[in-house]
């Protein structure tokens, strides 16, 4: 049995969304960056979940699945594009950027829920930049992003959509930071689609690309926490159906959680910083792609056309 339920967590407006028969949950805090915070399966919980909605507030990318428009850092906060300068918001302050896009510390809308006996329990939410004026003061593009989870047995499913509704062509990125919860004591490895690693200083990338070695080679089994990781990759193979994957395996207690994304995903950042966590985060494009001297093809830099709507890429989260 699949359902979609209005609660609260923290005493903020929240839904939950289970599938009873494989006892597995998720719960979204549309309020608070559209952020699903909590991922369970037989009670036990997948992601890094914050302790609160204070502090999820005060440390929005840092818990449960991020979701980063645009992904990253711009260095300065600062770029040109179709002719206008822009300035971001300083949220990095300390390093002099900005980072991880404007979804993520401001409200959402609930769109609709469903259940379906094929499909599962799905929630739908979206973020109006022309909710947030002081969005739109600084990106004058009156977009708005639609994301649909749904919640299969041990599958969550995320499905995004891009709307802008002004004349003028905005530059577009998309990303999400998932933080899977890998403790040292369960021996945990990774792997992922080959792909090269950025160069990069400062987390901001050159434009170059070296070839991943030793334990930051990722083609094959891993230890995850066997070094520092906060590092992109750009992939140089796809899957047989054009996507590509992260896994991550708890070799202590049998578990693989994998991370799916769909051809839209052409770069990969791993992050493990806070201990016991690993976030695979699929990205559209490169951080600072707004500012790179590459090919769009390479950087993964797009535009979305005044008045356009489409897709992006699905992505999915498995689990044994």
Known sequence: MFTVTETTWSGVPALRLADTEAETAALL??????????LTCKGEELLRTPPDARTL??????WGIPVLIPPNRIAGGRFQFGGRDYQLEMTDAAGGNHIHGFALRRAWNSVSTATSPTNGASATICFKA???????????HPFVLTLTYTLKGRTLRCSPHIRNG???????GLGFHPYLLAPQSGQPE?????AR??????CLPSGRFLQPEGAFDLAGWQPAHAVHRDCGYALTAREPDGWSRFELADRARGRLLTLRAA??????????GFEGTVSPEPYTCMTNAFNLDLPHAVSGMTAVAGGESRPVGDWELTWD
């Open 29 to 38: 805090v549309p309020s608070l960056g559209g952020n699903l915070i909590s």
């Open 57 to 62: 507030s005060e440390q929005a990318s840092r």
């Open 130 to 140: 022309a909710d947030h004026p002081e969005v739109l003061a600084q990106f004058p």
């Open 166 to 172: 002004g004349p003028d062509a905005m530059p577009f």
């Open 190 to 194: 990774i792997r992922m689609t080959p």
């Open 197 to 202: 690693l950025w160069e990069a200083e400062a």
């Open 263 to 272: 051809p839209d995903y052409g770069h990969w950042v791993t992050f493990n």
